[in-house]
């Protein structure tokens, strides 16, 4: 039936990607840090007047605060894609975050603050294959089943991750609108249920690389005008959180999710 085959294609997919898909899934992950990383750099004084301005800090914490952001995303960008200390450079980009979380007034702007969280579950995707790297080195040790932290990663990965999409619901009457809507709504719940994990999350990879390239065209865009700056940041987080969906298609749901209790059943 269309399920079994949907199933079989996505089976196919993976057995040929599994080699290159966790390096496409942490390249996309951490472009949102590499990207703003650069703009700290080329914008140096830019945003160093607009904290200095905004918070009333003063000329060297302004400074310090660009510093560190630049040498805080360039550097996490670099250790994770070398693979070494991948957990302290999550835990440094969860800082990141949460430093500009507070810093651009992020905590009252709703979608933007989702957004951010919904990186922060890609994150803790990528801590959760750091950590089962680390475990493989002891193969023949008994792991502590369901009930470690890297299960509880996972599934809170997965469902921060939907947040991103909960943002892109559009309320309208338009008959695409609502199809959209109640396609995009059941997507969303299967990877945070996590049932039929790997092929929900491939789905809405594709789904979300559509609409990133179509509505975030920001090289259509005069690199003078606001909305350049604007399209580009938003690009770059939905890539991002496209990465974190190609990590849940990389290594599955875990062992907190349905596809995995449909195994004991």
């Given at each position: 039936?269309?399920d079994?085959?949907?199933?079989?294609?996505?089976?196919?997919?993976?057995?040929?990607?599994?080699?290159?898909?966790?390096?496409?899934?942490?390249?996309?992950?951490?472009?949102?840090?590499?990207?703003?990383?650069?703009?700290?750099?080329?914008?140096?004084?830019?945003?160093?007047?607009?904290?200095?301005?905004?918070?009333?800090?003063?000329?060297?914490?302004?400074?310090?605060?660009?510093?560190?952001?630049?040498?805080?995303?360039?550097?996490?960008?670099?250790l994770?894609?070398?693979?070494?200390?991948?957990?302290?450079?999550?835990?440094?980009?969860f800082?990141?975050?949460?430093?500009?979380?507070?810093?651009?007034?992020i905590?009252?702007?709703?979608?933007?603050?989702?957004?951010?969280?919904?990186?922060?579950?890609?994150?803790?995707?990528?801590?959760?294959?750091?950590?089962s790297?680390?475990?493989?080195?002891?193969?023949?040790?008994p792991?502590?089943?369901?009930?470690?932290?890297?299960?509880?990663?996972?599934?809170?990965?997965?469902?921060?991750l939907?947040?991103?999409?909960?943002?892109?619901?559009?309320?309208?009457?338009?008959?695409?609108?609502?199809?959209?809507?109640?396609?995009?709504?059941?997507?969303?719940?299967?990877?945070?249920?996590?049932?039929?994990?790997?092929?929900?999350?491939?789905?809405?990879?594709?789904?979300?690389?559509?609409?990133?390239?179509?509505?975030?065209?920001?090289?259509?865009?005069?690199?003078?005008?606001?909305?350049?700056?604007?399209?580009?940041?938003?690009?770059?987080?939905?890539?991002?959180?496209?990465?974190?969906?190609?990590?849940?298609?990389?290594?599955?749901?875990?062992?907190?999710?349905?596809?995995?209790?449909?195994?004991?059943?």
């Amino acid at each position: 039936d269309a399920d079994r085959l949907l199933r079989s294609d996505c089976a196919d997919f993976l057995r040929v990607t599994k080699q290159y898909l966790p390096h496409l899934a942490r390249l996309c992950l951490i472009s949102t840090f590499l990207e703003d990383g650069i703009r700290m750099w080329f914008q140096w004084n830019e945003q160093r007047d607009y904290i200095e301005a905004t918070w009333n800090c003063g000329y060297f914490l302004a400074t310090c605060f660009v510093l560190l952001n630049l040498i805080g995303q360039l550097g996490g960008c670099v250790l994770i894609l070398s693979r070494n200390f991948v957990q302290y450079a999550c835990f440094g980009l969860f800082g990141i975050i949460a430093l500009q979380t507070v810093a651009y007034s992020i905590l009252w702007d709703l979608k933007f603050l989702m957004r951010n969280l919904a990186l922060g579950g890609g994150l803790l995707l990528l801590l959760a294959e750091s950590r089962s790297e680390g475990k493989s080195m002891f193969a023949g040790v008994p792991s502590m089943g369901e009930s470690s932290p890297k299960q509880y990663m996972q599934l809170g990965g997965r469902v921060l991750l939907v947040l991103m999409f909960m943002t892109l619901l559009h309320f309208d009457s338009s008959f695409f609108s609502i199809l959209q809507n109640m396609v995009g709504t059941a997507l969303i719940i299967l990877v945070a249920i996590g049932f039929k994990t790997k092929l929900a999350a491939l789905t809405l990879v594709v789904w979300l690389l559509a609409i990133n390239f179509y509505f975030n065209a920001f090289w259509t865009i005069p690199a003078y005008k606001p909305m350049h700056d604007f399209l580009k940041y938003d690009f770059f987080q939905t890539t991002s959180v496209i990465g974190g969906l190609l990590l849940v298609v990389a290594l599955g749901p875990g062992g907190v999710s349905m596809d995995e209790k449909k195994k004991e059943w």
